[in-house]
């Protein structure tokens, strides 16, 4: 299903309950144990009983991509505000992060340890996966391969370099998207591939916008509240978000 998001921004997550009504809500730094190395990361967890788990992978770590992109922050708070206690980690290399960064390679074994980390403190938690541009490849060919995943996130694909032929097969939920304006994953070459994927694919495209969803950031975090409220039974609608 495709869409295209218009009109002004809305708030982060929709229908939102009173900042007095909230449950108890937490944010952690972590160090998550990686194959080349400890791993830096902040979990935040809102409270209650946890629907899901979700995780998010930050862009290039050669372009200044860490896990405080704003495009990945404004994600993971949306997750954050259906219930979903969310990880935000550094890929190896950056920030507090050991190793090297290696294209991607060993950043899809960085993933599979956060989420054995998740999977860990939310044992019986479905995972979320999401990736914002390098990160949305590393995400969904991980998330793709790996059997704990219910549900995935893509954003700002860069098609122009990365080929996600790997998703015709994907018939869990898949939210994917994209600035019709970005420069590095045209939104005709993102149409057709979704032409050919199955029906759980829904594809959200923002008129005018390019790479970092500059004027779009509360409209694609409602997005990703949305999605996961609606494929991971989110139950805690009170979730406030800074």
């Known amino acids: 299903m495709t869409s295209t998001a218009?009109?002004?921004?809305?708030q982060d997550q929709p229908g939102h309950g009173s900042q007095a009504s909230a449950p108890p809500r937490t944010t952690q730094g972590v160090m998550i144990p990686g194959p080349a190395g400890a791993?830096?990361?902040?979990?935040?967890?809102?409270?209650?009983?946890p629907p899901a788990a979700a995780v998010f992978c930050h862009p290039h770590p050669l372009h200044g991509g860490a896990m405080h992109n704003k495009v990945v922050y404004r994600a993971a708070k949306g997750a954050v505000a259906a219930g979903l206690p969310t990880l935000r980690f550094n890929f190896r290399g950056v920030g507090r992060s050991a190793g090297q960064h290696d294209g991607g390679r060993g950043e899809g074994e960085d993933l599979r340890a956060a989420l054995a980390f998740l999977r860990a403190r939310f044992p019986v938690s479905p995972l979320l996966v999401g990736g914002f541009s390098f990160g949305a490849a590393v995400g969904l060919r991980v998330g793709a391969s790996h059997e704990d995943i219910?549900?995935?996130?893509?954003?700002?694909?860069?098609?122009?370099?990365?080929?996600?032929?790997?998703?015709?097969?994907?018939?869990?939920?898949?939210?994917?998207?994209?600035?019709?304006?970005?420069?590095?994953?045209?939104?005709?070459?993102?149409?057709?591939?979704?032409?050919?994927?199955?029906?759980s694919v829904r594809l959200l495209t923002f008129p005018g916008e390019g790479h970092f969803f500059s004027g779009a950031l509360s409209q694609l975090a409602a997005a990703v509240t949305d999605f996961c409220r609606l494929h991971l039974n989110g139950r805690n609608p009170g979730a406030s978000s800074p």
């Open 150 to 199: 219910a549900a995935l996130v893509g954003m700002g694909l860069p098609l122009s370099r990365v080929s996600f032929d790997f998703l015709a097969a994907e018939t869990r939920p898949l939210l994917l998207i994209q600035g019709e304006e970005d420069p590095f994953g045209s939104v005709v070459a993102l149409r057709r591939l979704v032409q050919r994927l199955p029906d």
């Open 6 to 10: 218009r009109g002004s921004a809305g």
């Open 39 to 49: 791993l830096e990361g902040i979990l935040d967890i809102p409270g209650g009983e």
